[in-house]
């Protein structure tokens, strides 16, 4: 315990907690190191999804929120060190696909879903595909609580 303490207080002083959260249950990727460690596997992970959702190269760039030159170079070599808006959208796009591989079988419903015309308020008539590409990781983040509320029940 005093050990996790000290490290706590010298974490405090010095702004820096180590790459992990205040909580110190998962990691933080706001520290470069965590980021260049999640990185390759979450870009390769997206870039599965992307085929799956039968995602063009620009849709699947602008939903990261980078240039299509800049994807397509990740698609081929993964290897690189995300910043930290390009690691939480990731976190976004895994988490919608994550509620709704849970929430709609069979498979191709799940992916199909984000294609469909959604009657919701939230989306207007809109895919939640066009929510998503609309720009802003809040719209994201949107789509992420309206699957964790379908979740919920």
Do not use: H
């Not at 706001?30 to 980021?35: P, Q």
């Not at 976190?91 to 709609?104: E, H, K, R």
């Not at 939230?122 to 609309?134: D, H, K």
Request: aromatic share 6%; glycine share 8%; proline share 6%.
């Amino acid at each position: 315990m005093t050990q996790k303490l000290d490290r706590t207080r010298q974490a405090s002083r010095i702004g820096d907690r180590g790459g992990y959260s205040v909580d110190d249950t998962r990691p933080d990727y706001r520290a470069a190191a965590v980021r260049r460690r999640m990185s390759p596997g979450a870009l390769r992970t997206w870039f599965n999804i992307a085929e799956q959702w039968q995602l063009t190269d620009v849709q699947a760039a602008r939903l990261v929120g980078t240039p299509l030159s800049t994807c397509r170079r990740w698609k081929r070599a993964p290897d690189v060190t995300l910043d930290v808006g390009q690691i939480e959208r990731l976190s976004l796009l895994l988490g919608i696909y994550q509620a709704l591989v849970i929430l709609l079988t069979p498979a191709d419903a799940a992916d199909n879903w984000i294609k469909r015309p959604n009657t919701r308020p939230l989306f207007s008539g809109q895919t939640p595909l066009q929510r998503m590409l609309a720009g802003p990781t809040e719209d994201l983040a949107v789509v992420g609580r309206y699957q964790g509320a379908q979740r919920a029940g």
